[in-house]
């Protein structure tokens, strides 16, 4: 059964936090994912958040771009955790999208994560987190994903003293 909640304001919005579903996916978190428009389907989105706790959610992640309001929306109809994606937009790279997420009136929180691919690993990665106060086994595999997240920085670091920055830097950009 569910237990995070994904919508998304559109289907092109998908690809940009696919890392969501993959660290969900890697944490055995099961989710449901819907694409429902705060503007342009209010009432489907209303119905699906409304119904949210009945159908087991304890968390939701809402991704949205340009005005960027369906978080909020979606916050105004639960209790329930809302973390915000902002979505790059064309407009300003994704700094409406942010300011749109993070200037919630008091009252109604959104969690705000970055615009980008760190926007989807770390709200799946934030909502792992709430869930593993109530879940031992979940908190066990966020411990262990951090610590191995630590040792890629070790190794990285190893990898810079034998080469030396300029080769490593090569390695990097060879990499692009």
Request: net charge positive; with cysteine; hydrophobic share 40%.
């Amino acid at each position: 059964m569910a237990i995070v909640g994904i919508i998304l304001g559109s289907d092109s919005d998908l690809p940009k936090v696919k890392e969501c579903f993959h660290i969900l996916d890697d944490f055995n978190v099961d989710f449901e994912i819907i694409v429902s428009s705060a503007h342009r389907t209010p009432e489907q989105t209303k119905e699906w958040v409304s119904t949210a706790k009945e159908r087991g959610l304890k968390i939701i992640i809402a991704a949205a771009g340009g005005a960027a309001h369906l978080p909020g929306v979606v916050a105004s109809y639960t209790t329930l955790p809302v973390i915000g994606v902002p979505i790059k937009s064309d407009i300003s790279g994704g700094l409406d999208s942010i300011l749109s997420i993070l200037q919630m009136p008091s009252g109604i929180p959104v969690g705000t994560m970055p615009v980008g691919k760190a926007g989807g690993t770390n709200a799946a990665l934030y909502a792992i987190s709430v869930l593993s106060i109530s879940d031992d086994s979940l908190a066990e595999k966020l411990d262990e994903y951090r610590k191995k997240t630590g040792e890629r920085i070790k190794d990285k670091n190893k990898r810079l003293r034998s080469a030396g920055y300029k080769e490593y830097i090569k390695a990097i950009e060879g990499k692009k």
